[in-house]
């Protein structure tokens, strides 16, 4: 790996880092930054999501401040393990190419359930007249669908994150963000895991992306909770669309 290379990896993992933790989608920066130097597509994807994970531990503790109670969020990270196992595990194991199809059209569909997040608690309630064990449920449902798409592909997983879990949280958007970030955490965690153990991960790239990501994760995640509900959710819904646009103009091109 080149000067140049390296150079290029590093700016990409700053931004990645930077735009995972305000919205998400940071992958579809240095995934093609990887491809750009020469890395093959399976080994980009699998080192892609080896390199984030050090960004979105960072965002955890950059937006640490707005969790919501300990006793809250444990119960679903078992959920957020298992998803993203499965994901991954469905990457290693099967053709991309239907699901290469499929990813578009779910990301534009998270987007579109933040942008109209109003009318929809209006048709099928707000989180705060559900009972506790269908509102656990709930919840637990979104977090088992973002988690396996994440293990899977993992770009635009802070958009379907945010999306499903501010139709079901009786939270503000900073608190969504929040969990959103620590559920990205333990699939990056998870997927570090599972792909190096059997994935073919380049660590050169990795060890060149992974702190930038870190640096750019923590900034990213400061920035986040100074920014006013309408301006995170208006910057999450455009982005969203267009890393939606992006990948479906990949997969028909």
Known sequence: MGISDAVLLII??????????????????TFPAMIAVGIPPVAANVSNSVSVFPGYAASVVGSRMDLPPRRTLWPLLPTAVLGTGVGCLLLLA??????????????????????????????????ADLGPRRRALTVQAMVAVGTVYGGYFGAALGVMLVAGLALVLDATLARVSAVKNLLSAVVGLTTLVVFALFGPVNWAAVAVVAPATMLGGYVGARVTRRLPPVVLRTLI?????????????????
């Open 12 to 29: 990409a993992g700053l931004a990645a880092g930077t735009v995972n933790a305000a919205a998400g989608g940071g992958s579809l920066i």
């Open 94 to 127: 099967t053709p991309a190419r239907a699901f290469d199809l499929v990813v578009p059209f779910l990301v534009l569909g998270a987007t579109a359930v933040l942008a109209f997040q109003g009318p929809l608690r209006r048709l099928v309630g707000h989180p």
């Open 237 to 253: 819904v455009c982005f969203g669309t267009a890393i939606g646009l992006y990948l479906l103009w990949r997969a028909l091109g």
